[in-house]
Structure formats: C-alpha cells, structure tokens
C-alpha cells in the first residue's frame, strides 16, 4: 500500500480544504508514492516517536498536530522541531497530519468523538462554517438530464444534511450558433439552432466542485458544456468547529464532572461553579475558549474545551458550567479515528497506536 492511499482515505473524510488558515495539515514529510511498511498512529511528533517509529519499522507516521507550523529557514538541530524533522528525513519516515481538517467535520471528527465518549445524543456541529459550499448549474437537453444528474451525483454533489440527490430544474430554451468547428450533430454551421434544456442545480462542497464539473462533462451531450459556479455564503451544517449534544436525562454538575474525569481518563479538571442540571452540552477539542459565547448562545449547560486562559473563565457569567480538561486529553482520540479510517480502508494492515506519551503537561499528585 502507497502512502497516498491512505492520504486519500483520510481526506474523504476531512477533505484540506476544511483547515484553517493557520494551519499546515497533509503530507509534512515524505513521497506520496512511497510504499508503507507500517503506520504509527500519535497525537504529536517529537524524536521520541520517529524513535518508536524506526524501533516499530513503522514508515509513515500519522499524527494529529503538524510538527511544523511555520516554514524552516535552517536545519541545524538547535529545537525539537528541527531535529525531529532531520530525525524523520535521515530515516525515511513519512508523515501525515490531519489537524484542524478534522477538528472541523460532523462524521469522524474530533469533536463528535468527545461527545461520543460522553454519550451526547443529536449532535450537531457547534459553529457551522460558510464560504464552503457552490452551487452548481449546468444546462443539458432534456433527453440527457437524467445521465448528467446520475454522474453529478456520483461525483458528490446533491447532499444537504441528511438527503441525498437534491437537484432543482428548470426548463427553458437554450440558443447557440456553431462554426465550421462546431459539432455535424448539434445544428448546421453558422445556423442559430434552439434546444429544449433544463437548468440542473445542486449543491456541492467546494472541494468536490472540480470533480463534479469532470463527471458532468463525461455525461454531457455538448462539445462545450454550458455551467455556472455560483459561491454560497449557506452555512454548511456538516463543517466548522465544535460539537453541541445533549443528554437524554438531566445530571449534576457532580455527576457530570465525575463523568469526564472517568471517560478522558483525567487527573484534574478546571471549572466554573455552577450548580444547575446539566443535560444540553457543547465540546470542542483543542484550544476552544474561542466558542465558549456561541456555546452560552445556543443554551449550553456546558461546555468543555481545553486551554482557557484565567479570565476566559468569567466569560461563562455563570451561566453554564465551563469545564478545560486539558489538550492533549481531548484529543488523544483522534488515534482511534484514524485507525478506524486506515482499517476501512485496509483491514489487517498492520497500525500501532503511539506508547509515547508526548503531553508536555505534567500534574504533581
């Protein structure tokens, strides 16, 4: 197996596009045509893991947070990153990173996994992202609509939340006049020839837009196929950040904090006072204070993220039960999703979860 199939596995479910600006998720280090001799699967990159990996004779490490964030200007080995990256390159290991891109999906996210952890049900994304969708129009004679909506389709576009195969038509007449190079079939030569057409519009994710035009030229009657590509400020319920879910019964804050403390496995919890039932909840892994006001708009009880600062805290107003249980603890599940992608993907291929614990925070018991 290539290391780009497994590339692509992953971002079919968390597509690059879906980063954020910041961010340097995909192939950090390495050859897309490589051949994989194993997979480790980690949270971050440092030496020690490019140890376990060679020690493991895993050559494609898979990890969560980008070891490099920012472009290199020298490799002299004078930081972790540094050396870590000659380390990686002196041994032939690959490396892959999918960070915010899947911090920000509804299915096999980050988030989602948080809330599945604490039996969240009807879980919808927190803070939903714009400018990720198209629509698409493309104008095809009436006797071929239906091959060109099958291959649209195909290709992706028509999905809205939980439907599939959305399209909307619209009939109307269509002119054109060819030259000597135009197509015999489609009319004589500088004749202006009217076609009965249908106007086919869907929506489609911006990522998909190039693969879904492809698909509908391959099943389109034109030479020259008529389209429009029209960006949507729709907000797309299935990317952005966070994850809101609720429970199906009421609990306490106690019960609730004894909760997490069990399922993310934690040694401490910071949190506001609040002493309301908990039953409507918001989560975000990572660094999430940014979401803590969108989380107290949508009437969480609440929330819990990772690294807020001392005066984010009064932000909650005590209104909602604000709870950081820590970074690397709210993402350290991003190991299973990614072993259950490459398993879908591959079954048997042999994948090892990192034993390296990279969590730079220490608790003093």
Known sequence: MLVKEIIQAIEKIAPLSYQEDYDNAGLIIGNADAEIQGILLCLDTTEDVIQEAIDQKCNLIVAHHPIIFKGLKKLNGKNYVERTVIKAIQNNINIYVAHTNLDNVLHQGVSQRMAMKIGLENLKILAPKSLLLNKINVYAPIQHVEAVKAAMFAAGAGVIGNYSECSFDIQGNGTFKGNENSHPKLGEINKRESVEEIKIEMIVPSYLSDKVLSAARMAHFYEEMPYEIIPLQNQ?????????????????????????????????????????????????????????????????????????????????????LLCDIGHYESEISTLDIFYEIIQEKKPNFAVIFCNTNTNPVKYYK
């Not at 019964?249 to 399922?263: I, P």
């Not at 934690?266 to 975000?284: G, S, Y």
């Not at 009880?301 to 990772?306: G, K, P, R």
């Open 236 to 320: 797309n319920q299935e990317v952005g950040s966070g994850m809101l879910g609720e429970f199906t019964e009421d609990m306490s804050c106690e019960m609730f904090l004894k909760l997490l403390k069990q399922q993310f496995n934690l040694q401490l919890i910071k949190h506001t006072e609040f002493d309301k039932p908990i039953k409507k909840v918001a989560v975000c892994g990572g660094s999430g204070s940014f979401l803590t006001k969108v989380a107290m708009s949508q009437k969480a009880d609440a929330y819990v993220t990772s690294d807020i600062k001392y005066h984010e805290f009064f932000d909650s107003e005590n209104q909602m």
